[in-house]
């Protein structure tokens, strides 16, 4: 079986907001980098692997647990024959702030728990499974209180935990980015449009952000790059332009540099 890069299931979470499953993965198995359109966490039950997160490498084995919001990207290989608990959920399970707090930049949401934190954790997941499987009153606000537990047990366990609330400008900017990036943009102009000097957005972006303005604009587009090579007959050249670069070798340079493969290896071996 092959994977889409672009992870995408839609269809599956139409006629539900949450979904629990068992997976398993043979030794050698890679999983390319890819980007959820959903929410995911994700706890490993057993084996071991190397997942690369937002850039960075992690060693993974039982109870390696991790979050994956619409920001992160990430890729898999199984070490040894692997086996995990995918949950995976729209945004309407968690409350503002702590949608807030995974959604605005790529995260560090990553942790090894022990023995018994993880037979807890696995309990609270047949939890939620059977009520998903079996709803009955209020079965929603248990969905609800399980889902927003386990997340924030995770951003308090993990190196992501700063508690500092996002100043409305760097919400801002966040927006204006999402909005703007396939345009001709840079960090002058950003400051120009929100009223405020470079040398200050760009401290904003590194202290609550924890990625410089042009790391995150190529997170940006990339994401949009990939989407574009999976599902339309654009040439790579094309791509480059419709995802905000003004030069394809630029493109190309950025996106082997991140995803560590060419973008036609990319369209290539995407399906």
């Not at 929410?39 to 692997?49: D, F, N, P, S, Y």
């Not at 990553?110 to 709803?135: A, R």
């Not at 992501?160 to 102009?189: H, M, S, W």
């Amino acid at each position: 079986m092959n994977y889409k890069m672009l992870m995408d299931i839609k269809d599956l979470l139409d006629n539900c907001d949450l979904v629990v499953r068992e997976k398993s993965m043979p030794k050698g198995k890679v999983i390319p980098p890819h980007w959820h359109n959903y929410l995911e966490l994700e706890i490993i039950t057993g084996g071991r692997a190397v997942q690369v997160y937002n850039g960075e490498k992690y060693q993974l084995c039982r109870g390696s647990m991790y979050m994956l919001s619409y920001c992160d990207y990430h890729s898999f290989s199984a070490t040894d024959e692997l086996s995990l608990i995918s949950i995976r959920f729209k945004e309407s399970l968690l409350n503002n702030s702590i949608a807030k707090h995974i959604n605005i930049k790529p995260n560090r949401l990553i942790h090894n728990f022990n023995e018994s934190e993880i037979n807890e954790i696995i309990s609270k997941i047949k939890v939620l499974d059977k009520e998903t499987s079996n709803p009955q009153i209020y079965t929603d606000i248990i969905k609800s209180s399980i889902i927003s537990e386990l997340v924030v047990s995770l951003i308090r366990s993990s190196s992501d935990t700063e508690d500092e609330n996002v100043p409305q400008l760097i919400q801002q900017a966040v927006v204006y980015v999402n909005t703007n990036f396939r345009e001709k943009l840079t960090l002058g102009e950003l400051a120009k449009e929100l009223s405020v000097s470079v040398n200050y957005l760009g401290s904003l972006f590194k202290k609550y952000l924890k990625t410089s303005f042009n790391e995150y604009l190529n997170n940006i587009r990339l994401k949009y790059a990939c989407k574009l090579l999976l599902t339309s007959d654009l040439t790579i050249k094309e791509v480059a332009f419709e995802s905000g670069y003004s030069s394809v070798e630029y493109f190309s340079y950025t996106f082997k540099k991140m995803m560590h493969m060419s973008p036609g290896a990319y369209h290539r071996d995407g399906f």
